[in-house]
């Protein structure tokens, strides 16, 4: 039962923050709050991809063999000196599976 109440709450605060732009059409965010708001993307996808490359297997992997924290170094500086998400993608895709390979790990 309290699953269910917990869905439910979720779903009920869920449509309320997505119905009220369509209730309020006109309603603006002070400057500073519409500034901090383009952070957020950034926010959840580091939150997402950075646990997943300092722990990939469950425990700190803070070693040289780490192809998931390197590919993931390697796609930063792609990003960074690029500025273009098709080569972030691409680099750090076949950064991944180089390093993969060049450290015996990939299941053949």
Not at 88 to 105: D, P, S
């Amino acid at each position: 039962m309290l699953i269910w109440l917990l869905i439910f709450g979720m779903l009920a605060i869920t449509f309320l923050i997505r119905y009220s732009f369509f209730a309020w059409p006109n309603l603006r965010f002070p400057r500073l709050a519409e500034q901090g708001l383009h952070y957020v993307p950034v926010a959840v996808l580091t939150a997402i991809v950075v646990p997943g490359m300092l722990m990939p297997e469950g425990q700190w992997a803070l070693r040289w063999d780490n192809a998931y924290l390197l590919a993931g170094l390697l796609a930063i500086l792609i990003a960074a000196l690029s500025r273009n998400l098709l080569a972030t993608i691409a680099g750090g895709l076949l950064g991944f599976f180089l390093l993969r390979w060049a450290f015996g790990q990939l299941p053949l």
